[in-house]
């Protein structure tokens, strides 16, 4: 009988994994009751840390990006390491790696950035085939980290859509001491499986482009509802960035408040999930 | 009657192009008689700004993984450029933007490495959609700069095939004051048009896995010649890496020959496809 994953809490299916990253995100939604990451989109090193340091207590997750900071050096990672600690989550540089194996593995491991050697988790696109999952699997895995595969995007016109999917899906299949998930809009239950073949892997998903109040930007990207995400399309976590912290990282009251209120959201909607009778 | 824009000179396929970037490009390929382009994937700037030094006078285009250099300020720039200067080279920062519109905005704009305010040609990976292409040149085209999409990769198993690859180069075809190009191993004439309307895209596609001696490496890359790529596939660049400075860059002699024969076998594949009878 196939397991239906989407019916287990965060943490039972801790035992599904044997990835170390995959292990500590079960365990601190599991722990906190949340299933929210923040994406910190800022240029300047005082806001980002001001940020996190406010919407810590409510996420499971920090999503950055590293490379947008102006004023960056390699001090900032100690601040943010001290903010995981304090706040206990973890951190996923959301790099969309996407070159050649040799390529990748020195982006993952060198540069000023020195993303392996502090980001739990980073995700990286399919489209150079699996060269670039052993690239950054030969930096990564010794260290711990974990990957996710970005099988689907969710801006207008996204080429990662129907055998492009597929064999996203069956590359991580390929690779589950290294690859934890994805980064997609519904859960890949079956994707990439011949039929009558039961899917044995629990892969942990990603969504962005959740918003409760707004349906998009001008420049293509497109929301969805905390529901519509964890319990109609089976997805794990749910990445909201100016949702939550808005234009002024001052509003701290303002940031605290819209990050429990995602939190809030997005715990219910797994409750309903989990609880909901077998059909 | 259909252009056949491979039978055209460099020199006279400017004026095919509007884009600065572009231009920029084809009129130093013309003045320098040479397609010839070297990847320069070293982590120490000290080796970076040596390997540049002594391969530009044989090159018309310069590309970087400026991420990976550990010792990177932002001085190392004004270098590059002033050896842009003295070689007559383009910039190339090879950073395969794979985001959302904002989000790539914000990392060529920004960051420690300000990527768009030195680097004449960047690339992107279309699978977003659309909206990467606005959200980069919000950016770039302000600074005269120039984009290649990559529509094919040469690694094995890359999903950049078939309908990816056409939708690519429609979404090139839509966006010709930036786009000035493509990533692949092949001319796209033709490629995502319907039958019987002509084709008036000059598009200039830059070609990597590139080798003289070697048909690939352990992690996934494969190689064609500068003949294959330029006479049977009517590419317009070669891209090549170790293959010209290996692995001492103090080997000055050595890379400069290897930078002249790549440069020679190129440039004759080139005096091949333009002198060839037309069938």
């Given at each position: 009988?196939e397991?239906?994953?989407?019916?287990?809490?965060?943490?039972?299916?801790i035992?599904?994994?044997?990835?170390?990253?995959?292990?500590?995100?079960l365990?601190?939604?599991?722990?906190?009751?949340t299933?929210?990451?923040?994406?910190?989109?800022?240029?300047?090193?005082?806001?980002?840390i001001?940020?996190?340091?406010t919407?810590?207590?409510?996420?499971?997750?920090?999503?950055?990006?590293?490379?947008?900071?102006?004023?960056f050096?390699f001090s900032?990672?100690k601040?943010?390491q001290d903010?995981?600690?304090?706040?206990?989550?973890?951190i996923f540089e959301?790099?969309?790696?996407?070159?050649?194996?040799n390529?990748?593995?020195?982006?993952?491991?060198?540069?000023?950035?020195k993303?392996?050697?502090?980001?739990?988790?980073t995700?990286a696109?399919?489209?150079?085939g699996p060269?670039?999952?052993?690239?950054?699997?030969?930096?990564?895995?010794?260290?711990?980290?974990?990957?996710?595969?970005?099988?689907?995007?969710s801006?207008?016109?996204?080429?990662?859509?129907?055998t492009?999917t597929?064999?996203?899906?069956?590359?991580?299949?390929?690779h589950?001491d290294?690859?934890?998930?994805?980064?997609?809009?519904?859960?890949?239950?079956?994707?990439?499986?011949?039929?009558?073949?039961?899917?044995?892997?629990?892969?942990?998903?990603l969504t962005p482009?959740?918003?409760?109040?707004?349906k998009?930007d001008?420049?293509?990207?497109?929301?969805?509802?905390?529901?519509q995400?964890i319990?109609?399309?089976?997805?794990?976590?749910?990445?909201?960035?100016?949702?939550?912290?808005?234009?002024d990282?001052?509003?701290?009251?303002?940031?605290?408040?819209?990050a429990?209120?995602?939190?809030?959201?997005?715990?219910?909607?797994?409750?309903?999930?989990?609880?909901?009778p077998?059909v």
């Amino acid at each position: 009988m196939e397991k239906t994953f989407s019916r287990q809490t965060y943490g039972q299916r801790i035992q599904n994994h044997s990835n170390p990253a995959a292990k500590m995100l079960l365990e601190i939604m599991e722990r906190k009751k949340t299933n929210l990451a923040v994406s910190v989109d800022v240029t300047r090193s005082k806001d980002f840390i001001a940020i996190i340091d406010t919407v810590g207590p409510f996420v499971c997750l920090v999503k950055t990006h590293i490379d947008i900071i102006e004023d960056f050096d390699f001090s900032l990672i100690k601040q943010l390491q001290d903010l995981s600690d304090k706040h206990d989550f973890a951190i996923f540089e959301d790099r969309k790696f996407a070159d050649i194996g040799n390529t990748v593995a020195l982006q993952y491991s060198s540069g000023v950035h020195k993303i392996a050697s502090w980001s739990h988790i980073t995700n990286a696109h399919p489209v150079p085939g699996p060269s670039i999952i052993s690239g950054l699997s030969s930096v990564g895995l010794p260290l711990g980290r974990g990957l996710l595969l970005l099988a689907e995007m969710s801006t207008k016109g996204a080429l990662a859509v129907g055998t492009y999917t597929e064999e996203a899906v069956r590359m991580a299949r390929a690779h589950r001491d290294f690859v934890v998930g994805f980064i997609a809009q519904r859960t890949m239950k079956g994707v990439g499986m011949q039929d009558n073949v039961t899917d044995n892997d629990d892969f942990l998903i990603l969504t962005p482009g959740v918003g409760l109040d707004t349906k998009g930007d001008a420049m293509g990207q497109q929301y969805r509802t905390p529901r519509q995400v964890i319990v109609d399309s089976e997805c794990d976590v749910i990445i909201v960035g100016r949702g939550i912290y808005g234009k002024d990282p001052s509003l701290v009251d303002e940031i605290r408040a819209q990050a429990k209120r995602y939190m809030d959201a997005g715990w219910e909607a797994y409750q309903e999930r989990i609880s909901a009778p077998v059909v």
